[in-house]
């Protein structure tokens, strides 16, 4: 699978309010919350700007890997899972917060650990969307988004490069 035709290039700035955005959304649920599960590491930026505007302090994440290589959607596989207070909870009370739902298998993998819990992402595509309670933007499914940590002047390799 080559990296698609349609790209979605964001800032810094808009991402930092298109993820205030999603607290503004959440905050207007009236959710009584009680912590965040943030999926890494794309979720780990926009789940610290939601708890910030939520006032939520506990932040746990889970680590599930499905890029490998950047451009290639592989296996999924769960890196690290969620502490055992929020699993027994099923996730009453959690608020799940990812960058992006795409084709919706890691959505779907933490909702079935967190099936009670709210899922929140800052954008989502067709096929994720589903997956996905509250998000802010919808691009279509043959867009690849450009987040600003994956960017300089020009797409950016990480320094350390998985082998």
């Known amino acids: 699978m080559s990296l698609p035709d349609k790209s979605f290039p964001v800032s810094w700035d808009q991402f930092h309010r298109d993820a205030r955005a ?6 207007g649920l009236n959710l009584e919350l009680d912590g965040i599960v943030c999926i890494t590491r794309g979720g780990l930026v926009p789940a610290a700007i939601v708890a910030r505007e939520l006032n939520i302090r506990k932040i746990e994440s889970v680590c599930v890997a499905s890029y490998h290589d950047y451009k290639n959607q592989g296996d999924m596989m769960v890196l690290k899972p969620i502490n055992e207070e929020m699993l027994a909870t099923e996730g009453e009370r959690i608020l799940i917060v990812d960058d992006l739902t795409d084709t919706g298998k890691t959505a779907r993998i ?10 929140a992402t800052v954008y989502a595509k067709p096929t994720g969307r589903p997956m996905v309670d509250t998000y802010i933007t919808e691009v279509s499914q043959d867009t690849w988004i450009y987040f600003p940590w994956d960017m300089g002047f020009t797409y950016q390799e990480p320094i350390a490069r998985e082998s």
């Not at 999603?22 to 905050?27: F, G, S, V």
């Not at 933490?110 to 899922?119: G, Q």
């Open 110 to 119: 933490v909702r079935e650990m967190l099936p009670k819990a709210h899922f």
């Open 22 to 27: 999603l607290a503004w959304r959440i905050a």
